[in-house]
């Protein structure tokens, strides 16, 4: 999509550090960390809320998730914890309408969320 930031990023219009890349995602820091990791996992695929999942999406969720895992892991952080998040629209602050997986780690997060 044209006018998304992470689209953009992705495709390398705007340059970004990337932590990792493949055909179907890719992985940047979070331009304002809430945590020692904060990390995003992003796939290329324009899908602007988890409300536009099919079942097409399946596969690459999944494999989102466990590259969440790995990138935790790679950090140090499987152990210890760390957090994996979604939001989606108004009330979990979604800021950015390209699904993105936010990825927590490295101190002691509250729960439930604020
Ligand atoms: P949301 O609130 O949509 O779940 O999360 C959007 C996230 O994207 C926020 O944590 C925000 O800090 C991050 N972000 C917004 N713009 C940029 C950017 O240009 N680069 C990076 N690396 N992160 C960004
Ligand atoms: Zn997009």
Redesign the pocket.
Known sequence: MSDC?FCKIGNKDIP?SLVYEDEEMFV?????PQAPMHA?VIPKRHIATLNELTKEHDALVGAMMRRAAAVAAERGYAARGFRTVF?TNADS????YHI?L?VLGGRKLTWPPG
């Open positions: 930031l970004a940047i820091d979070d331009i304002n995003l939001n602050g979604q800021a950015v993105h936010h």
